[in-house]
């Protein structure tokens, strides 16, 4: 029978403690003395103490997070921005000393955003807050002038194929217009009960309405813009608010010929209103996007080699990918440069540990994991020595959860790792041994699923995923630089302890919980990537 085990941390006494289990030693303190108000001091190991001071003390997370999202900038697999990337991280490595390669694990459909413009020209003049999605096809930089219209409220499949030829010459608004512009927290702030519960009605009115008015042509929401092109639309408006001031995310085009464009919430409502009430809106359309044909796509993969086990291995995980809303900052520009970081920190304070510390920084995370996927398959005698897999990728907050993945000792080896930490940085960390596998969020669940003991560092959500989660607001002013220092120094501090393990931690799974069917659920399987494709 497996034990939960549930990690906790008291914030007044800086007790670490495990149920069912007592610990003591480095950073942890006797649970009697807790309990008379006695916190004895935490001795630092000197690595340890070093490592803060560098990180603290020389911090180039700034400088490396303008190098990468304002210089860089975002890095959609299969663009000019991704190639960049790669050829920066490689760079900056290799400045450190740090042995460096970009390695490639497949191609994508190669793409080129550049300069577009959308424009309101009737009723009246209005610059529009939009952007192309990604892969999107272009005007080929003509302007192409069309009035709006939007997806009618029809009967069924066959009234939806009798309408379909009014698209012609046209762009059509494929996304349901929202009912009010404020973020759930505005209406709470500010609004009567009434009032809230008015707007709430309404909106999850609008939903019914229109998911019954997608539902009524036939089609799957994602296969309506090819139908629209086909039919002789010249472009398809789209509008994903992401339930905050001025956020949209910002996907893939689905269309194949004509342009996608989404568009902010204020002027897609604006289009809305007058296309439903009869005057006839138009729009100027010019983009000059470029499709480049099948581009290579690569992890960037560098090493610090091991003194004592060179063939056994730390992986410190990040997908160097992002979308192109807007500079790919919190997705997942804070894990990059965190890792690039704790590697530069290692390579000073620690340059020969016992085991090798390989920085993965993969490509391809947002389209299904492919990099590190690929990584896992083509690397097995890697795969077969890795101590452990610490992986960054959920926002620019410190970190506050670690769950043991499913992983019965974790709580064993993690604990002795963590305890070595400083209790600023894990005072208010909350973990869930042995936890449970991943089912596919981040790149750590491809070395779990080949029974790797990997680890989701997850961070405190400064409003990550309305805010900042594949938006046009994930931009360099989000990020929260002292959080990110706190999780340079708990990863390094994980990785310089489990670089001096004695031996391999034991991998034991646990027994997973029964399913409907009475038995344990299975362990998630190996995935194969994806190593060529085109958008999604």
Do not use: C
């Not at 408006?237 to 919430?265: C, Q």
């Not at 604006?270 to 470029?290: N, Q």
């Not at 670690?402 to 002795?416: C, E, K, L, P, T």
């Amino acid at each position: 029978m497996i034990t939960k085990f549930i990690f906790r941390v008291r914030r007044v006494s800086t007790v670490f403690l495990f149920t069912g289990l007592t610990l003591t030693g480095a950073g942890f303190i006797n649970p009697a003395s807790a309990q008379r108000g006695q916190m004895a001091p935490q001795k630092l190991d000197p690595i340890v103490e070093k490592i803060v001071q560098e990180a603290k003390g020389n911090s180039q997370l700034e400088q490396l997070a303008f190098e990468l999202l304002d210089v860089v900038g975002p890095r959609l697999v299969g663009t000019p921005g991704m190639t960049k990337a790669n050829e920066w991280a490689l760079k900056t490595f290799q400045n450190w000393g740090i042995e460096a390669r970009n390695q490639q694990f497949g191609e994508w459909h190669g793409w080129e955003r550049g300069i577009s413009h959308i424009d309101m020209t009737h009723p009246r003049a209005k610059s529009l807050a939009g952007t192309q999605l990604a892969w999107s096809p272009t005007t080929k930089g003509k302007a192409v002038e069309a009035e709006v219209i939007a997806l009618p409220d029809i009967k069924d499949s066959i009234s939806f194929r009798q309408w379909l030829p009014q698209v012609k010459g046209k762009y059509v608004m494929i996304s349901m217009p929202q009912p009010t512009g404020r973020p759930d927290a505005n209406w709470k702030e500010f609004g009567t009960p009434e009032s809230i519960e008015k707007m709430q009605k309404n909106r999850d009115s609008l939903n019914r309405a229109w998911n019954a008015r997608i539902r009524a042509t036939g089609l799957q929401t994602n296969s309506i813009p090819s139908v629209l092109e086909e039919a002789g639309a010249v472009g398809i408006l789209t509008s994903y608010w992401s339930m905050e001031f001025g956020a949209n995310k910002i996907f893939g085009a689905r269309s194949h010929k004509v342009p996608s464009l989404d568009i902010s919430l204020e002027d897609y409502g604006m289009l809305y209103r007058l296309a439903e009430k009869g005057y006839a809106p138009k729009i100027k359309v010019e983009t000059s996007s470029k499709h480049l044909g099948n581009v290579p796509s690569f992890n960037t993969i560098a090493e610090i080699k091991g003194s004592q086990f060179p063939d056994e291995y730390i992986i410190l995980s990040a997908h160097l990918d992002s979308w192109e809303g807007g500079s790919g900052a919190t997705d997942n520009g804070t894990g990059t440069i965190a890792m690039m970081e704790v590697a530069r920190v290692l390579k000073k304070v620690l340059p020969n540990p016992k085991r090798s510390i390989l920085i993965g920084l993969w490509g391809s995370e947002e389209q299904g994991l492919n990099g590190s996927r690929s990584f896992v398959l083509d690397n097995p005698a890697i795969i077969e020595k890795t101590q452990a897999v610490f992986n960054l990728d959920n926002g620019t907050g410190r970190v506050a959860n670690i769950n043991g993945s499913g992983f019965v000792h974790a709580y064993d080896f993690m604990g002795r790792w963590l305890a070595a930490v400083p209790r600023e940085v894990t005072k208010d960390i909350k973990t869930d041994f042995p936890g449970s596998p991943g089912g596919g969020g981040s790149d750590h669940a491809s070395f779990v699923a080949a029974g790797v003991p990997g680890f989701m560092l997850s961070s405190l959500s400064w409003g990550y995923f309305n805010n900042t989660w594949h938006t046009n607001l994930d931009t360099y002013d989000k990020l929260v630089f002292d959080d990110l220092i706190s999780n340079v120094i708990l990863t390094a501090v994980l990785t310089y302890k489990a670089s001096e393990e004695p031996e391999l931690v034991n991998r034991e799974k646990r027994i997973l919980p029964k399913g409907p069917d009475g038995k344990p659920a299975d362990w998630p399987a190996i995935r194969q990537p994806r190593r060529s494709g085109v958008g999604y």
